[in-house]
Nanobody, 121 residues
């Protein structure tokens, strides 16, 4: 059974940092593209960042410079380092996985259950 489990969310003050992690299990994801998304209350889920199997990365324009996606292929884990957080970054953050990098940023095959990030002003 494939599972993606996010962790690392929590409450942080504006200007602070958080590092989210997504642990994948049930299969080897080293050849998969991994992505991060977020969904704020009352809004649609939106793409944040993605990383291909070879380490190539892609970011949502509005978050460039504040977030870094990375992966540990040996541990089947992907991370999202978020800095200079703003109250508008408050959302549930999800990770996704898909064999295709061109798909992972839209409708990945696998989804995690999400982790809440709350940024206070």
């Amino acid at each position: 059974q494939v599972q993606l489990v996010e962790s690392g969310g929590g409450l942080v003050q504006a200007g602070g940092s958080l590092r989210l992690s997504c642990a994948a299990s049930g299969r080897t994801f080293s050849g998969y593209a991994m992505g991060w998304f977020r969904q704020a209350a009352g809004k649609e889920r939106e793409f944040v960042a993605a990383i291909a199997w070879n380490g190539f990365t892609y970011y949502q324009d509005s978050m460039k410079g504040r977030v870094t996606i990375s992966r540990d292929r040996a541990k089947n884990t992907v991370h999202l380092q978020m800095n200079s957080l703003k109250p508008e970054d408050t959302a549930v953050y999800f990770c996704g996985a898909d064999p295709s990098f061109s798909v992972v940023g839209t409708t990945p095959q696998y989804w995690g259950q999400g982790t809440q990030v709350t940024v206070s002003s």
